[in-house]
């Protein structure tokens, strides 16, 4: 479930979401977000998400990064030169 599972990583670093069957509403000073070790359920889509996420949060460590190079081989490439 990958509501369930973006509500678990994110209430990690310190974001507090609510979730209903098909929302997620997420809440939180973005100042006040914790690096901490992220899983991405092998999702490609929440690897991205919290990728976006390491802007703020530059020491959140991402576990299986590689599992993007099914939909997007480049994603960490060119995330890296738009920061």
């Given at each position: 479930?990958?509501?369930?599972?973006?509500?678990?990583?994110?209430?990690?670093?310190?974001?507090?979401?609510?979730?209903?069957?098909d929302t997620i509403t997420i809440k939180g000073n973005p100042d006040s977000l914790r690096a901490t070790q992220i899983e991405t359920?092998?999702?490609?889509?929440?690897?991205?998400?919290?990728?976006?996420?390491?802007?703020?949060v530059p020491n959140l460590e991402i576990l299986d990064p590689e599992c993007v190079?099914?939909?997007?081989?480049?994603?960490?490439?060119?995330l890296k030169k738009a920061s």
């Open positions: 479930d990958r509501l369930e599972a973006l509500h678990a990583e994110l209430n990690k670093i310190g974001a507090y979401t609510e979730t209903t069957d359920y092998n999702d490609h889509r929440i690897a991205m998400c919290f990728g976006m996420i390491q802007s703020r190079s099914k939909t997007y081989p480049t994603f960490w490439e060119d």
